[in-house]
C-alpha cells in the first residue's frame, strides 16, 4: 500500500500540473460525439461557406462549422447531449434544426436545405432526431441518463451490460444482489479481453475486470461496443465507455435513496430444489444513498460537478446457515469534475474519483465456510486532466494524462497456525484458514499512469470527405500480486477427508513482508498509435481504413524472497528484468452505405484485428512470484500435519517463475471478427436491426507441463463410483469404468512448466464464434423507450477441467486449456448458448411512469467432472461426456417499476416502487459438477421476487 501511494503521490503531482493545461478527450475511449451533413440550396446545388452553430445545454458556449466546398460541414468532440444546429449564409433564411439527441461515440448525419430569402427570416426545423449512424461501423448500444435511472436494474455497470445486445452475462442480478460483484461477460463469445473507461481513464483491472466501482447514478452516458470497434478499441471484448456528468449553466441534482429490507423479500425454495441443498440466498438488508450537485461558477466559463454514493448490502448464502454466517458488502465512493473554458477554443477538464470496497467474508459459499472465506477492504482511485482545442474548422487536438490504481488485500479471519488451510480436491470442500486460489491469500494492487494524444483533421476533396483521426497512447500496467502469506506456506489437499496431496509455497514470514521479502512488481509497459481514414466519397457510402500499432514490452522490477520453508525453496535476491517485447499491427477496415439516400437506413461490412492486451498474464514466470510445488502427502505421522520433507512423495505439480521457462518465440493472441448488419429508422425514433458477428481466436497461450504434452499414453482402466447430493445422503447412481491415460513411470516427478502458445494437440488454442443478432430500439422520446435484442451463438471453443462454486457466478466452467486424460470427451467443446434482452419504459399522464426489465438466458452446458487418481501423474480430472449432452436452467429474469412524480417549481419528487424476479424463478444458476457427495448440490439459484422503494428528488 506504502508503494502504491507513494506512486500516487508523484502521479498527482503530474495530473495537477497536466490539469492546469487539459481538456476533455474526444475521440472513442471518452465518448465524444460528431455531427456532419450536407448543405444544399432549393435545387440540390452544395453550398459552401455556411455557418454552421452548434449549441447544447451539455456544452459550454457554441461550437461554429463552416461548409467546405463540397457543402459538408463537420462538428467534432461534442459531448453526449440534446442539440440545436443553426445554419447561417447570406442571401438565405437562417435555418434552425432541434431536437438532434447525439449519443456517446455517435456519428449523426444532419443535412439541411437551405431557402433564399428577399427579407431576413428564420426557420425551425422540428423534426424526429436521426438515430442511425450511417458511417461507423460499431455495433453495441448506448444508454443515456433516462435509460440508466428510469428502468429497475442493479444501478452498476453490470446492470447496463445485461441489458446490450451481444452481451451475456455471467451473473443474474435481482434487486441488487450482485451489486458491484464484478460479474462475468462475455461480448459475442469474447470472455475477458474487454477495455473499460470511465470518463476518458483506463480503468480496466488485468484484460477484463474493472478497478473501480463507478458511481451508477454519475455517470451522463454509457455506451457498449461489443463488435466493430474502430482504431481506438485495441481488444476483442467489449468496449465500455461511460462518461461522468458536468455541470452547467443551471444548478442541478438528483439525490436518490433506496431501500430494501428483508420483509420486502420473498421466499423460492420448492420440494425440488430443497432436495438439492437450496436453503434460499435473500437479501437480508439493502440501501443505498446517492447525493450530487451540478453547476456554475461562471456562466459559460467554469463548471463544475460533485457526487458522493454509499450502499450497505447484506445477504444470505445456498447452504451457509444464516445464523452462522451472511456475505456483507459495503462500498462508498465520491466523484469531482470541473470543466472549464479559458477561450471559445480551448476546454479543460479535472476529474477525480475514489472509491471504497468491503467484504468480510469474500468467498463464502456451500462450500467455503465462514472460517475459510477471506476478508477484503480494498480502497481505488483515478484521477485525470486534459486539454482539447479546436484549432480551425477541420483541425482538432487534445491531450490526456491520467491515473487509475487500486489496493486489494485479503486477509484470513482464523489463524492458520491453529486452523491450517485445507482444500477438498473431489468434493471442493474448505477448511481451516482461508486460502482462495493458487498459492493463498494475496495482497494485489495496480498502479496504471497513461497519457493520449489525438487529433482527428477534416480534408474535403474533389472525390468526397475525409474524416481523418491519428492517435498516440502510452500506459504501464504496473501490478503487485503479492501472496502475503498469512495463512501460512502450505495447504493440504485432501481427497474425500483423507489426505492426499501437499502444497507449499515459497512465502515469507507475514510480519516481514516488505522488508525481507517482496512479492512481484511486474508491468506491461504499452506504446500506440494509430491512423484511420473515414472516407465518404459520397453522401450514401463511407469507407473505414485504419491501422493500429500495439508495442508491449512485459518487464518486471527488482526483488528478494526469505521463504519459511528455506530446505524446499532458495532464497533469491533478483534484478529487474525485461521479459520480451512485441509489436503488433491492426489493420481495420469497413464499409457503410446507405441504399435509400435517406440517412435511415444503412447496411455495414466490417473486418479487424484484435490482439489481445497481456496486462498481468505473465505474473507466473516472475521469478520472485509465489512458487508452489504440490507433492504426494506422505502423512508419515498419522496426524495430517506436515512436519518435514520426510513427508513429500513424488513431486506432482508446480508453477511459478522458480520451475517455469518463458518460451521466447511465443505469440501475441489475436481475434479476426467478420461482422455484416443492416439497420433501418422507423417510427418515433425507433430502429431495427439485424447483424451476423463472427469472432475468431487464434494463438492463445497457456502454462503446462511441456514433458507429459503428447505423453498421457499408458492406459489405465479405472473404476469409479457416480454418485449425487442429497440432503439424507450421497446417492450411489452405479459404478462406471474409465479408460484413461497415464503417463510412463520415466516421466513421475517430473516438472518442465512452459509459459507458450497453446501446444498443436488443442489447434493452437483456436476458438470461433457465430452470433446471428436481431435488435429493435427507439430512443427515448414522447414518453417511450424501448431496447430489445435477441443473439444466437454457435460455440466452438476450449473449456478448462473445473468450475467454480462461487454462488454469485452462473456458467462457472472457465474457457481454457488443460492434458487431457480421457480423449473420449475432447478438450474442445461444440456448444449454444442464446439471450433476449428487453428493456423500455413510458411515462402515462399525470407524472406516473411504468417500466419493464426483462431477461432471459439459455442456461450453460455442463457434464460431471471425474476425479481420478493415477499411480504416475497423480489427481487428475476430465468431463464424463460432451458439454453439448446437458444445459443448466433457462434464467428468465422480469423486473417492473411504477413510479409518480409530484413537481414544485423547479423540484421534481418521484416515488419508486421497483418488483424484481417477478415470476420468482428459482432458476438453478450453479451447482457442484464435481461427481461424489456432493454433484449436484446448489451452490446458487436466482434470488426470490424482491421488492424495493425509492425516492428520488431532481432539480
Do not use: C
Request: net charge negative; proline share 5%; no cysteine.
Amino acid at each position: 500500500m506504502i508503494g502504491h501511494m507513494r506512486r500516487m503521490g508523484w502521479g498527482a503531482a503530474l495530473a495537477a500540473a497536466v490539469w492546469l493545461l487539459a481538456a476533455p478527450a474526444s475521440a472513442q475511449i471518452t465518448g465524444a460525439g460528431v455531427l456532419t451533413g450536407t448543405v444544399k440550396d432549393a435545387q440540390g446545388a452544395v453550398l459552401p461557406g455556411v455557418t454552421v452553430t452548434a449549441t447544447s445545454p451539455a456544452l459550454i458556449g457554441t461550437q461554429v462549422s463552416v461548409s467546405e466546398a463540397n457543402g459538408v460541414y463537420r462538428i467534432p468532440a461534442l459531448p453526449a447531449g440534446t442539440y440545436t444546429l443553426q445554419f447561417d449564409l447570406s442571401g438565405f433564411r437562417t435555418m434552425t434544426r432541434t431536437n438532434i439527441q447525439l449519443a456517446v461515440n455517435q456519428t449523426l448525419t444532419v443535412d439541411m436545405v437551405m431557402q433564399l430569402a428577399s427579407v431576413k427570416e428564420n426557420v425551425t426545423v422540428t423534426a424526429e432526431s436521426p438515430v442511425v449512424d450511417i458511417q461507423s461501423t460499431q455495433l453495441g448500444n448506448v444508454q443515456n441518463t433516462a435509460k440508466l435511472v428510469g428502468v429497475p436494474t442493479s444501478t452498476d455497470v453490470w446492470g447496463a451490460l445485461a441489458q446490450t445486445p451481444g452481451v451475456r452475462m455471467q451473473g443474474f442480478d435481482v434487486g441488487g444482489s450482485h451489486k458491484m460483484q464484478q460479474t462475468g461477460y462475455e461480448a459475442f463469445g469474447i470472455r475477458g479481453q474487454s477495455q473499460e473507461y470511465m470518463d476518458g481513464i483506463d480503468t480496466t483491472s488485468g484484460s477484463s475486470g474493472d478497478m473501480n466501482y463507478m458511481d451508477y447514478f454519475s455517470q451522463d452516458q454509457l455506451s457498449v461496443t461489443a463488435a466493430g470497434g474502430d482504431v481506438t478499441i485495441d481488444t476483442p471484448g467489449a468496449a465500455i465507455i461511460s462518461t461522468v456528468k458536468s455541470g452547467g449553466n443551471a444548478f442541478h441534482g438528483l439525490e436518490n435513496f433506496t431501500y430494501e429490507p428483508s420483509s420486502f423479500v420473498g421466499n423460492n425454495i420448492t420440494p425440488s430444489t430443497a432436495a438439492l441443498g437450496f436453503t434460499g440466498q435473500p437479501n437480508l438488508e439493502f440501501w443505498e444513498g446517492h447525493a450530487e450537485l451540478g453547476g456554475y461558477a461562471i456562466k459559460d466559463k467554469l463548471w463544475f460537478f460533485a457526487s458522493y454514493n454509499q450502499f450497505r448490502i447484506n445477504k444470505a448464502y445456498s447452504g451457509v446457515p444464516q445464523s452462522i454466517a451472511t456475505n456483507l458488502t459495503i462500498m462508498k465512493a465520491f466523484t469531482d469534475k470541473e470543466t472549464y473554458k479559458p477561450t471559445s477554443r480551448d476546454t479543460l477538464v479535472g476529474f477525480y474519483e475514489w472509491n471504497w470496497k468491503g467484504e468480510p467474508l469474500r468467498g463464502l459459499s456451500a462450500t467455503t465456510p465462514k472460517e475459510s472465506a477471506l476478508a477484503e477492504f480494498s480502497p481505488s482511485w483515478n484521477y485525470s486532466g486534459r486539454y482539447q482545442r479546436v484549432w480551425t474548422n477541420r483541425l482538432f487536438t487534445e491531450l490526456s494524462y491520467a491515473l487509475s490504481a487500486f489496493d486489494f488485500p485479503e486477509q484470513p479471519n482464523v489463524d492458520y497456525k491453529t486452523n491450517p488451510p485445507r482444500q477438498d480436491l473431489v468434493t471442493g470442500l474448505a477448511s481451516g484458514a482461508g486460502w482462495g486460489s493458487g498459492a493463498g491469500p494475496f495482497d494485489t494492487g495496480i498502479n496504471k499512469p497513461q497519457f493520449y494524444a489525438r487529433a482527428t483533421y477534416f480534408l474535403p476533396s474533389k472525390v468526397g470527405s475525409h474524416d481523418l483521426k491519428a492517435g498516440f497512447e502510452w500506459q504501464d500496467f504496473g501490478t503487485t500480486f503479492d501472496r502475503s502469506g498469512t495463512s501460512g506456506p502450505i495447504l493440504y489437499l485432501d481427497a474425500n477427508g483423507k489426505p492426499s496431496e501437499i502444497r507449499l509455497t515459497d512465502v515469507g514470514d507475514p510480519a516481514q513482508f516488505g522488508k525481507t521479502w517482496t512479492g512481484p512488481n511486474d508491468h506491461d509497459r504499452r506504446v500506440s498509435a494509430y491512423f484511420q481514414d473515414r472516407w465518404s466519397p459520397t453522401n450514401r457510402l463511407t469507407a473505414t481504413l485504419g491501422v493500429r500499432w500495439d508495442r508491449q514490452r512485459l518487464y518486471y522490477d527488482a526483488g528478494k524472497s526469505s521463504p519459511v520453508l528455506s530446505s524446499i525453496f532458495p532464497t533469491n535476491n533478483l534484478p529487474g528484468q525485461t521479459l520480451f517485447v512485441r509489436n503488433s499491427v491492426m489493420p481495420r477496415l469497413g464499409v457503410s452505405w446507405d441504399p435509400t439516400g435517406d440517412g435511415k437506413s444503412v447496411i455495414k461490412g466490417f473486418y479487424g484485428r484484435f490482439y489481445f492486451n497481456y496486462a498481468d498474464a505473465f505474473t507466473g514466470v516472475d521469478p520472485v512470484g509465489t512458487n508452489t510445488r504440490d507433492y504426494v502427502f506422505l502423512n508419515t505421522e498419522g496426524d495430517g500435519l506436515y512436519h518435514g520433507p520426510q513427508d513429500l512423495g513424488t513431486l506432482l505439480r508446480a508453477s511459478g517463475g522458480g520451475s517455469t521457462a518463458f518460451d521466447p518465440n511465443i505469440k501475441v493472441p489475436y481475434t479476426d471478427e467478420i461482422d455484416a448488419s443492416y439497420e433501418r429508422q422507423f417510427w418515433g425514433e425507433s430502429s431495427f436491426r439485424v447483424a451476423y458477428v463472427r469472432k475468431m481466436t487464434r494463438d492463445n497461450f497457456t502454462t503446462y507441463n511441456l514433458a507429459r504434452e503428447g505423453q498421457f499414453t499408458v492406459p489405465v482402466t479405472t473404476a469409479v463410483t457416480i454418485e449425487n447430493y442429497s440432503t439424507s445422503g450421497p446417492v450411489v447412481q452405479g459404478t462406471q469404468s474409465f479408460t484413461v491415460y497415464d503417463i510412463p513411470t520415466s516421466l513421475k516427478g517430473v516438472v518442465n512448466n512452459l509459459m507458450a502458445t497453446m501446444p498443436a494437440s488443442v489447434d493452437n488454442g483456436a476458438q470461433n464464434y457465430d452470433t446471428l443478432e436481431f435488435a429493435f430500439n427507439k430512443r427515448f422520446a414522447r414518453g417511450l423507450f424501448f431496447d430489445s435484442s435477441f443473439d444466437y451463438t454457435w460455440r466452438n471453443e476450449l473449456r478448462a477441467n473445473s468450475s467454480s462454486n462461487n454462488p454469485q457466478s452462473a456458467d462457472p466452467i472457465s474457457v481454457g486449456f488443460y492434458q487431457d486424460v480421457y480423449p473420449s470427451v475432447s478438450n474442445r467443446q461444440k456448444t449454444h448458448s442464446w439471450d433476449l434482452h428487453f428493456s423500455g419504459r413510458y411515462e402515462l399522464p399525470y407524472q406516473i411512469g411504468l417500466a419493464a426489465n426483462w431477461q432471459v438466458q439459455s442456461g450453460f452446458a455442463y457434464a460431471r467432472l471425474i476425479t481420478v487418481k493415477l499411480p504416475n501423474s497423480g489427481t487428475q480430472k476430465f468431463f464424463m461426456e460432451n458439454l453439448n449432452n446437458n444445459y443448466s436452467d433457462t434464467v428468465s429474469l422480469l423486473g417492473l417499476r411504477v413510479d409518480k412524480a409530484v413537481e414544485f417549481h423547479t423540484v421534481k419528487v418521484t416515488g419508486i416502487f421497483d418488483l424484481f424476479n417477478l415470476l420468482n424463478s428459482n432458476a438453478i444458476t450453479n451447482f457442484n459438477l464435481a461427481n461424489g457427495a456432493l454433484f449436484n448440490q446448489v451452490n446458487g439459484a436466482l434470488d426470490p421476487r424482491t421488492a424495493e422503494i425509492s425516492l428520488r428528488i431532481d432539480f
